[in-house]
């Protein structure tokens, strides 16, 4: 029976008259003679594993090249709860890096990643997810001076669920308003590049990596891999998309006073609830590319409302507008 060297050596047939011992020495020779990407492809090549390589986080260029003139940061933050409002940050990641106008990435200039203790101890759910313990924090502050540095030149800053990230940071400090920000999970079609699920989780496993995850800094770098992963020399990589997406105007429009018996429609066609907090109408909502707007308003007039001369309340939005509370 095969032993576990076999699949390492060339040499299939047992040496007669000869101890198992030298035998098993001649293998264990044979498999040390192939290095690292021989067996990995040796592997692969079985059609029976799947080998994933540990992310290394890229070297900070000491002179950032001249041909990608824009200014990117990835961000991502760890919070004591999901408001914003009643929540904190405690940690914070950031990774600055540069990219052209067809949104080729270039180099990274710089990284920040620090902790601060927040006003009350860390939930034991939060601590479960992020590892990160009242002990961790104590005495801790995040260095605004360094954030600042990195986010002022910023012509757009990335985040995984900007969503989320965006009202934290702006509640955080005023240094994060103003700018255009960018969504990675709402503003890429994954499921068109051939992703199951759009978790960075999810994504650093098919993209064939595997990485130490849920501190900020590590997730940054991981989302960095994927979002600059190349299929050919053709094809947009995943950050070249996200970047036009936020190039694009996007329309918020309100189906304000909608009919109850609609709700389900609406719902399967994408639309959401807002329950009148934060400023926003208490209604039916839906975001569209603008080039969308006029057959979404078509759609409310005949199927919804059912009058031609409804007139809902739009509002136009750009990269600066996006992602706020």
Not at 7 to 14: C, E, L, N
Not at 47 to 74: C, M, W
Not at 90 to 103: K, M, Q, R, V, W
Not at 118 to 141: R, Y
Request: hydrophobic share 40%; proline share 5%; glycine share 8%.
């Amino acid at each position: 029976m095969p032993t576990q060297f076999d699949m390492f050596s060339d040499d299939q047939t047992p040496v007669r008259g000869k101890p198992a011992a030298e035998g098993r020495v001649k293998k264990t020779t044979a498999a040390a003679v192939m290095d690292e990407g021989d067996m990995v492809a040796h592997l692969a090549a079985t059609g029976r594993y799947r080998i994933l390589k540990k992310l290394e986080p890229r070297q900070t260029a000491a002179n950032a090249r001249s041909e990608f003139p824009l200014k990117g940061v990835i961000l991502d933050t760890e919070t004591t709860g999901l408001s914003h409002r009643k929540n904190e940050i405690i940690e914070i990641g950031l990774i600055a890096f540069t990219f052209d106008e067809h949104g080729a990435v270039g180099d990274v200039t710089g990284i920040y990643g620090g902790l601060q203790q927040p006003s009350t101890s860390i939930p034991a759910e939060i601590t479960k997810l992020t590892g990160i313990t009242d002990e961790m924090v104590a005495g801790e502050v995040i260095d605004l001076q360094a954030v600042q540095s990195l986010i002022d030149p910023a012509d757009l800053i990335i985040a995984h669920n900007a969503g989320f990230d965006r009202p934290f940071c702006e509640a955080f400090s005023p240094i994060f308003a103003n700018k255009a920000w960018a969504c990675s999970n709402a503003e890429i079609d994954w499921s068109a590049r051939g992703f199951e699920g759009t978790k960075l989780g999810y994504l650093i496993g098919q993209a064939g990596f595997f990485h130490d995850g849920h501190r900020a800094v590590d997730d940054c770098f991981a989302l960095l891999e994927v979002l600059d992963r190349k299929v050919d020399a053709v094809s947009l990589t995943p950050f070249g998309e996200l970047y036009r997406a936020s190039q694009r105007s996007r329309v918020r429009i309100f189906a304000e006073n909608s009919p109850f018996e609609m709700k389900d429609h609406l719902k399967a066609r994408g639309y959401r609830w807002s329950d009148g907090s934060e400023g926003r109408p208490k209604s039916w909502w839906i975001e569209v590319d603008e080039t969308d707007l006029e057959p979404e308003l078509h759609y409310l007039r005949t199927e919804i409302y059912r009058y031609s001369e409804a007139d809902p309340l739009t509002k136009r939005l750009t990269a600066f507008d996006r992602f706020r509370a």
